[in-house]
């Protein structure tokens, strides 16, 4: 039988990842949003794109080309191996990037929109770097073009 203060705890808990949660499906909105309204190769996300842009490349070369940003292997991103490689990554951006380790969705498949099944749960600074590269080879461009008509 659980006390008053852990049923507290487990009850705040909760509450806490329901919002963030919330946060991130307010952030992947806003995202989708500007993509229909602004071709993604034209976008700036950070301050800093250049920089993410350079840095993701240089550390994840697997990922230098259109296809490899294309199409997401969850387990690859987060296998044992990678997390280390993307916990050195992340540090470099702790005092560049506000919310750098924020929960933020990721759409699998840069040529579909944001899904219960099509979408992952990353820090920000993973999103930014996929995002970034998926701007860069004109990926995320389609959406602003099926969206201008209508």
Request: no cysteine.
């Amino acid at each position: 039988m659980t006390s008053k203060s852990e049923k507290y705890l487990i009850e705040n808990v909760e509450d806490i990842e329901k919002q963030f949660a919330v946060k991130a499906v307010e952030h992947a909105q806003v995202y989708w949003k500007l993509l229909t309204r602004t071709k993604g190769s034209t976008l700036r996300l950070t301050r800093v794109d250049h920089e993410i842009y350079n840095h993701f490349i240089r550390e994840f070369q697997e990922y230098a080309s259109k296809e490899s940003v294309s199409l997401i292997d969850e387990n690859k991103i987060k296998s044992s191996e990678n997390k280390a490689r993307w916990r050195k990554f992340m540090m470099i951006y702790e005092n560049k990037i506000e919310d750098y380790n924020f929960g933020t969705l990721l759409r699998i498949d840069s040529h579909g929109e944001y899904e219960e099944k099509t979408t992952i749960f990353v820090p920000r600074i993973q999103f930014y770097a996929f995002e970034i590269a998926r701007n860069q080879h004109g990926l995320n461009d389609w959406i602003y073009e099926t969206y201008k008509t209508k």
